[in-house]
């Protein structure tokens, strides 16, 4: 078959790359379409842990089950997404130390065809295209657990999701006005995404590069109950300083790197709680498919490239200019 | 009456004072004892929010009972203890924003009589001294709600206190301990205070001022689920980077300042939760005093002063030489 194939860092090529047999209980995919993340994007230029060379990437797919090893071969021929843990294990609260993602080391969906375990599949919702259906998984994965589990979202909470236009942001926002969303303030670098978060519904959108930023959600809504933060960097302390009392910020990601000088004096006193997540469990991938499928959430899809135009793709993801996912389509249905 | 009054910052003096009319139900106490609070002396140094002259300070007192305004006069005559809280209001999970603390604005403890709302007043444990119950307000109520309601301890948790000697941090400890803890690491400046630690049951004692300290905790107890912090500063990433997964870290105070870096990737990776914590709601107050009778804990009291020897007991507590609670004695019974 045909691969995207990571053979170091910066170094990536479509190959041939041959098949193994299929271990029992596993299922093969043919992908239509795969996803990029910002993982991808660090394991290539070698800012992740344990990277392995060569690696085929890519944590999303869409696809049709072509071969099932094991007594239930129902799926076969149908259409399904990949849930692109690996070895959450029992607690809910957090993964086990054995935990990996789909796309290195394993052979992630940067490829016409996928090998995983047959109890990673889902069916895909069916009013999803090929593309929508790649876009889910790992973003959504992470939004719906950072605003309901670890965020414990309720209609009441007025919401800042910060950096609107990246997927998890925008799941994060789609998902909060799923689930009754009434004031909802984003953030971003750029007007023309904050436009078009204001077409989705959010209530206030504020350009991070302007001074007083944090005092126009402060005028809008009085603050925020609970904030989603893929950017910590320098801009944290105004999270901090404009959080309501027991008010709640999730950090799911640090593009913008670590915090300087963290006012922990507010913390306690606003008797505030930073809240770590990532990814999600089991559990909440199944919650987050079935909370698509019931609202009929459509994923934002930025654009689409061909497998052989990935650089492009990737450029695109580099230099932030995607309002929604980036996505490769790998063959047609 | 006799009082010690702050006429500007560093500038405490013993002075006659006269008390105004009882205003409708309020309640007049003769103080016994009093304790110092580091809230205290950061307001003797001018670093507080909104600090008025002349002022009495003092945050916590054991007294009798010696007038009452309004129907029910049952408490004259009773040895009571005072709920520092003022203006709480409804809300467990934070203060409203009209919230003080007794001893500035209001007149505190640190005189011969404080006047507080009747509402105010609980009745002293019995086995308590009056300087363990003076001990008991502020700092037992903080680390209350530090450990049980911000920080949800179960017996289950790997148990970390930071800082062990001050008020907060052996309140926790004891409390812990009386709810059944079983894996209690503490740490300290000074090896004696660990060994006093020892001997209360803690079960492991790091001399924070070593290389490595961290480790050592990490090879106990392969790191904490719950810590209690009330030092925050650059230590702050060692807690970050010794917790288990989905750790908590509740913070009630920051004596060595903010904390530069804050080492967010790992926060989010492991699923941690810092978690904000100041003083405690009326409830919480209760809760605490109630659970103090109920496990028969005695404060640890370090040292007794006179009133009128308030600068030694202050320099005890700026020289960090206390383990426990440093007390003024105002009166005999």
């Known amino acids: 078959m045909k691969a995207l194939i990571l053979r170091a860092p910066h170094e990536l090529a479509i190959q041939e790359q041959s098949l193994g047999p299929l271990p029992e209980g596993w299922a093969r995919v ?38 099932v090893t094991g007594e239930d071969r129902s799926l076969i021929g149908k259409r399904v997404i990949i849930n692109p843990n690996q070895e959450w294990g029992s607690d809910e609260r957090a993964q086990s130390s054995a935990y990996t993602i789909l796309g290195m080391p394993s052979a992630g969906t940067f490829a016409e065809y996928v ?10 919702p069916e009013h999803l295209s090929d593309e929508e259906a790649a876009a889910l998984p790992l973003a959504g994965l992470t939004a719906y657990r950072a605003v309901f589990v670890q965020g414990g979202f309720t209609p009441d909470d007025t919401l800042l999701i910060t950096g609107i236009g990246g997927g998890v942001a925008l799941f994060a926002l789609q998902f909060a006005f ?61 999270l901090v300083a404009i959080a309501k009392p027991a008010g709640r910020i999730v950090i799911y990601g640090a593009t913008a790197g670590p915090v300087p000088m963290l006012d922990v004096h507010r913390i306690f006193w606003k008797q505030l709680r930073i809240i770590g997540s990532t990814m999600g469990s089991d559990d909440n991938f199944s919650q987050m498919v079935d909370f698509v499928a019931r609202h009929r959430i459509k994923p934002i899809v930025d654009s689409v490239y061909a497998l052989e135009e990935y650089e492009h793709a990737f450029a695109r993801l580099r230099q932030r200019q995607q309002f929604g996912k980036v996505i490769l389509r790998i063959a047609e249905r």
Not at 48 to 64: E, N, Q, T
Not at 116 to 123: I, K, Q
Not at 217 to 235: K, S, Y
């Open 30 to 67: 043919r992908m239509l379409a795969a996803a990029l993340n910002h993982r991808d994007e660090w394991i290539i230029q070698g800012q992740y842990a344990k990277i392995r060379y060569p690696s085929i990437l890519g944590s999303d797919g869409c696809g049709i089950v072509v071969d």
């Open 115 to 124: 090998d995983v375990p047959v109890h990673r599949l889902h069916r895909t």
């Open 178 to 238: 799923a689930a009754g969303a009434a004031s909802v303030a984003v953030t971003s670098g750029a007007s023309w995404k904050l436009d078009r978060a204001k077409e989705l519904g959010a209530h206030c959108g504020v350009l991070y590069t302007t001074d007083g930023w944090w005092e126009e959600i402060r005028r809008a809504f009085g603050g925020f109950d609970l904030a989603v933060d893929g950017t910590c960097g320098e801009q944290f302390n105004r």
